[in-house]
């Protein structure tokens, strides 16, 4: 090229880069055709955005984002664990989920089964991660929404928001107490579930 331009390196230069340029404005015009085709296509679209979620709470690992990387809806996990949004809700959703809390099991769909085994009935076996509005609204399930058991024999087993007794009978007598609420007062899972789903 540099012989074909009588030894001007100037001249040379300038023609080489046209080339490159050339070639590359190709390769990105055929690169920018080929992924607005791809685009169009939803599998492409979901992979894309799984992608950009799980980038979302590598980057910036705030609960929303941890929740909505394993593939829950945040509006769905946020009502389940009776979290008003504020910062004090948060942190104790995202101290429930480092432990464990699930609302469901991750991919499956949702159901009232499973919601009340795996969300609900968590948040009772762990008082320490209950809101304020989950104990408001879940104040039918115990007279004073706490749990309790046999006093465990090593004291590093006792957890943390029990009350315990130091027989079975006594904490069999306790639960037998009658809190005069009929059945007819109390509302059934699916009604209070039918709210959060």
Same mark, same amino acid.
């Given at each position: 090229?540099?012989?074909? !331009?009588?030894?001007?390196?100037?001249?040379?230069? !300038?023609? #080489?880069?046209?080339?490159?340029?050339?070639?590359?404005?190709?390769?990105?015009?055929?690169?920018?055709?080929?992924?607005?085709?791809?685009?169009?296509?939803?599998?492409?679209?979901?992979?894309?955005?799984? =992608?950009?979620?799980?980038?979302?709470?590598?980057?910036? %690992?705030?609960? =929303?984002?941890?929740?909505?990387?394993?593939?829950?809806?945040?509006?769905?996990?946020?009502?389940?664990?009776?979290?008003?949004?504020?910062?004090?809700?948060?942190?104790?959703?995202?101290?429930?989920?480092?432990?464990?809390?699930? %609302?469901?099991?991750?991919?499956?769909?949702?159901?009232?089964?499973?919601?009340?085994? !795996?969300?609900?009935?968590?948040?009772?076996?762990?008082?320490?991660?209950?809101?304020?509005?989950?104990?408001?609204?879940?104040?039918?399930?115990?007279?004073? !929404?706490?749990? *309790?058991?046999?006093? %465990?024999?090593?004291?590093?087993? *006792?957890?943390?928001?029990?009350?315990? #007794?130091?027989?079975?009978?006594?904490?069999?007598?306790?639960?037998?107490?009658?809190?005069?609420?009929?059945?007819?007062?109390?509302?059934?899972?699916?009604?209070?579930?039918?709210?959060?789903?």
């Amino acid at each position: 090229m540099l012989i074909n !331009n009588n030894g001007d390196v100037i001249v040379t230069l !300038n023609k #080489y880069m046209k080339l490159v340029a050339k070639k590359e404005a190709i390769m990105e015009g055929t690169l920018f055709v080929a992924l607005t085709v791809a685009m169009e296509e939803p599998e492409v679209q979901q992979w894309l955005a799984t =992608k950009i979620i799980d980038l979302k709470a590598k980057l910036n %690992p705030t609960v =929303k984002n941890i929740v909505q990387s394993e593939g829950y809806d945040w509006e769905t996990v946020k009502g389940i664990f009776n979290s008003n949004g504020s910062v004090g809700d948060n942190t104790l959703l995202n101290q429930a989920w480092e432990r464990g809390w699930r %609302p469901w099991p991750k991919g499956e769909e949702p159901n009232e089964e499973s919601v009340f085994e !795996n969300g609900i009935l968590w948040l009772f076996k762990n008082p320490k991660y209950q809101t304020e509005t989950f104990k408001n609204n879940f104040s039918w399930f115990g007279i004073d !929404n706490v749990v *309790r058991e046999v006093k %465990p024999e090593k004291e590093e087993e *006792r957890r943390e928001g029990v009350i315990y #007794y130091d027989t079975k009978e006594e904490l069999e007598l306790r639960n037998n107490i009658d809190d005069n609420i009929t059945d007819e007062e109390i509302e059934t899972t699916s009604d209070i579930l039918d709210q959060y789903l």
